[in-house]
């Protein structure tokens, strides 16, 4: 089992940037990807990687915006978010699992616990 704990949310502004880590521990995951919820939505998924980061994956409304990115030696995942807008704002998950292009969360195998982002206008 892998542990993940997303860190690097918070408030800002339209227009702003932020940046998203997920720290693992224990088994390792070949794929690494982010996910966001939105209060009444279901679980969205929002871009994935492989191993090598070789290969990146992003849902429509965030290509563009977001990239996604990892440093293997320090188990971390990073998602830079660019040009955030309102409709951004959701809790946002880090997830491990075998494919980095499944969009369906229960494609995954272990999640973090999440981390806020909220964008005012």
């Known amino acids: 089992q892998v542990q993940l704990v997303e860190s690097g949310g918070g408030l800002v502004q339209a227009g702003d940037s932020l940046r998203l880590s997920c720290a693992a521990s224990g088994r390792s995951f070949s794929a690494m990807g982010w996910f966001r919820q939105a209060p009444g939505k279901e679980r969205e998924f929002a871009a994935g990687i492989n191993w090598a980061g070789t290969s990146t994956v992003y849902t429509d409304s965030v290509k563009g915006r977001f990239t996604i990115s990892r440093d293997n030696a320090k188990n971390t995942v990073y998602l830079q978010m660019n040009s955030l807008k309102p409709e951004d704002t959701a809790r946002y998950y880090c997830?491990?699992?075998?494919?980095?292009?499944?969009?369906?969360?229960?494609?995954?195998?272990?999640w973090g616990q999440g981390t806020q982002v909220t964008v005012s206008s």
């Open positions: 997830a491990a699992g075998k494919l980095h292009y499944n969009s369906a969360p229960d494609g995954w195998n272990s």
